[in-house]
């Protein structure tokens, strides 16, 4: 098995981008941040000033969008984006616009492309269900709306934005209800995939378990 795609799926302020980006540290694989890329169209949109409901003016502004990621960073038409996406206003306009059919479309031939060059890392919503169904590895992080509200609202709180504890709730749970009754690919755990619920586990140990999955069938 040369090349190898793990898949990581799960509900907002999971964990998933952290776990994410220490197991590629540790196998030496590219990490995918997918859910970074549908926040750069998100961010893109309200730059612009595109409805969500103008697929005309949506199709146009796809066509000329590159995204990239180089050494950690996002980098949206040649700009790096990566603290201007991590606000309460792009993580709603991402959740919606992640429904967009032409968006999805974009976003997912994108990260195939990736996924078949090399051994990659990829977390979202649908990575294992839809953009990568025969990945080798497949994970579905989760954990208590109330504990991934928590470690949300300290990330944007050191961040230096205001925001409450009872406003970053209400979102992640108006996003996990977007991400969950969507039409178009909705947030599931693939059945093959392993389930790990990181309310009560810390990041290492999530990082730890998922690495040991892959090191015992992997031959790098």
């Known amino acids: 098995m040369d090349i190898v795609r793990i898949a990581i799926d799960g509900p907002s302020g999971a964990g998933k981008s952290t776990i994410a980006k ?15 890329m549908y926040r750069a169209i998100g961010y893109k ?15 146009e502004m796809l066509a000329c969008t590159e995204i990239d990621f180089s050494a ?3 980098i949206l038409d040649g700009a790096v984006i990566n603290d201007a996406i991590r606000t309460p206003e792009i993580s709603r306009m991402a959740s ?19 996924g078949q060059k090399k051994s990659v890392i990829m977390d979202g919503r649908d990575i294992g269900t839809n953009v990568m169904p025969d ?23 050191e961040m230096g ?17 977007n991400d969950t009754t969507r039409e178009l690919n909705p947030l599931a755990k693939a059945e093959d995939a392993l389930e790990l619920d990181t309310t009560e586990m810390g990041i290492e140990e999530v990082t730890n378990k998922i690495i040991q999955e892959v090191k015992e069938t992997w031959q790098q």
């Open 22 to 36: 220490r197991v590629s540290a540790a196998l030496g694989i590219d990490y995918i941040d997918t859910g970074a």
């Open 45 to 59: 949109m309200i730059q612009q000033g595109i409805a969500l409901d103008n697929e005309h003016s949506v199709k």
């Open 72 to 74: 950690g960073d996002i």
């Open 96 to 114: 919606q616009c992640s429904a967009l059919a032409p968006v999805r479309k974009k976003l997912v031939e994108l990260q195939r492309a990736m």
């Open 135 to 157: 990945a080798e590895y497949k994970f579905f992080v989760t954990a208590s709306p109330e504990e991934r509200a928590r470690r949300r609202f300290l990330e944007l709180t």
């Open 161 to 177: 934005q205001a925001v409450t504890y009872e406003d970053v709730l209400e979102d992640i749970i108006r996003r996990d209800k």
